[in-house]
DNA sequence: TCTCAGTCTGTGAACGCTCCCAGATGCTCC
DNA sequence: GGAGCATCTGGGAGCGTTCACAGACTGAGA
């Protein structure tokens, strides 16, 4: 590679100083149009393009941000919302020239290898996913007061790490609503993990509708994944042979817990409604295609972008944002 | 943040000068014993981390490589297989400390920044994905001489950028040989797109066992769509309606497929048996469950890696790698 | 005319690191 | 005992920026 052209051959080139060049090149106060233009021709010509590196060594300030994901290897992205998420994330930073970059948390490695990462000054912010209750990385962060968000709360440090999320709650309350009113007795829940807000938040949605009757035995939990919602639907056929209804807390479960009806010879949704969540790309491919509540995943990462950006931006704080859910009705229900 | 503590603060505490550190930090030669110790002990004590962009300023290396998406942005990471890929890419980056920046390349305007971020020596090598043939960024690459890798061929650059990738030719071949086992006469195909190496390949390995009997019209081209697989198979029932099987390259489009084939009354596998290809998640969730071709996605991304890695430190060229598919039977052929 | 504020420009000093060279020390071998 | 080599260490120079400061120039107002 030929050696790139500096600051001082761009100088040169324009005949003014590096001082001038440098104040073109951020936008600073106090240079005549005639210098900026020679400096604007300059860059052109020497086909000039700054040195982050030398920039960031000076200001401190990197232009990337890093992305944490916090799944245990094996389950990481099977989920397929966070394509979505990834992609809209590097979409609107790269609007702002912020380059992102991907970490794995999934162990205490890698976990030291983020904090080794943040400390070392090389992201000017964080953007959790999927952190779940307790995890050690958040109070790390916390303690190296580096701007972070998370894409759906973080349990237990709701008022420390905004975040942008979809209504959980109201979510599950809209889906267990439709099974109640399409005149199901007998409804069941798988919910997620819980120790995550999907997991807490839409089984309490599930309980403010259903009251008194969301009894115990017509709840189960799962781990997001399709084999989790197989066998937490194998446990609750068995505990409760004559339920007419599951809401799922998330499509790719509902997959799961479809196969199990359709082995154990149930017909969907004849005997059994199955109401997912996410409205995910699986949602379409299952048989039958699910019936489940849209999270707008896509506005959920524009707005954690923003809210990290203005916290880099040095903004002051910042206040969650909750974005509202909606019911897809498909064959499933 | 407390200041950071620098290579004088350790070399201060360790009663060392800064070149000693220095080389206890690169692993040099020549540094004894005792100044060893004493270095790893001050270092320890003070919480030094070393600051990469300084290193990087001198070093004119950044730590870092950059996978380059080159779908256009609706459909990027629709693929459950880039989460495969992306996930194990990260995984074997991050034990050698090198860390992942992943950019979209969608549009014009999208090239243009990823070529800004290379050219202004962001990365110290690019990892492509799913580049379709033609696509300008790659003579842009190519002329800036940066290590580049793809994770399958990028057509018509098969000799220049070294990759990793699935015999998809052969896999294709053991799908249709299987179908043909299976006492089908009248086999379709639904390939990818034709600028794409599984698009042709897959269609060249099908054609290679059918010969003749591989006629225009059993051939269709989706994009890799799930909507595409739909509307393809549409195409391919109306225009020879006693087809009897279809190798689809690739599930997602194949789950289409299989919505089209039980809108229009087909049953699968008993009228007509669906063949698909990845293996991806979307494999066990279709109904009924699909035979398809299983990649070594997570094999393919790791030999990418490995060879990307190869041509950052330098080994002079390396060669493509192919690795083999494998028939994975389940319920649709 | 002088002053003063407002513009505009150039330059030295960082930022935190690696590289390189000069010099010191100890050991082996003749 | 001295030459010669390998081992080890310190410190200056430089990587490409930004920043702060000093100085030069302008024009308005006293």
Redesign the interface.
Known sequence: ?AK?PTIHDVAAAAGVSRGTVSRVLNDDRYVSPAAHAAVRRAIAETGY??????R??VTQR?G?VVMVLSEP?EK???D?N???T??TA??RL?ER?V??????AGDDG?RE?VV??V????ADGVLLMSTHAGDPLVDELES???PAVACGAVIGKENVIPYAAADDREGARQMTRYLVEQGRRKIATITGPMDTPGGIQRLEGFADVLGRKASRKLIEHGDWT?LSGESAMARLLERTPDLDAVFVASDLMA?GAL?TL?AAGRRVPDDVAVGGFDDS??A????PPLTTIRQPLAEVAEETVRLLLALVDGGGPVDPVILSTRLIVRESA
Chains 1, 2 share one sequence.
């Open positions: 590679m790139r393009i700054v040195n982050r590196n030398a960031s060594l990197t990337s290897h990481v992205f099977e397929p966070y394509s979505t990834i992609r590097i979409r790269g020239d380059s992102l970059v991907i970490m794995l890698d290898r080794r990462y400390r070392g000054g090389h190296m007061r580096i399709q997959a196969s359709r790309s699986v379409a491919t299952t048989h």
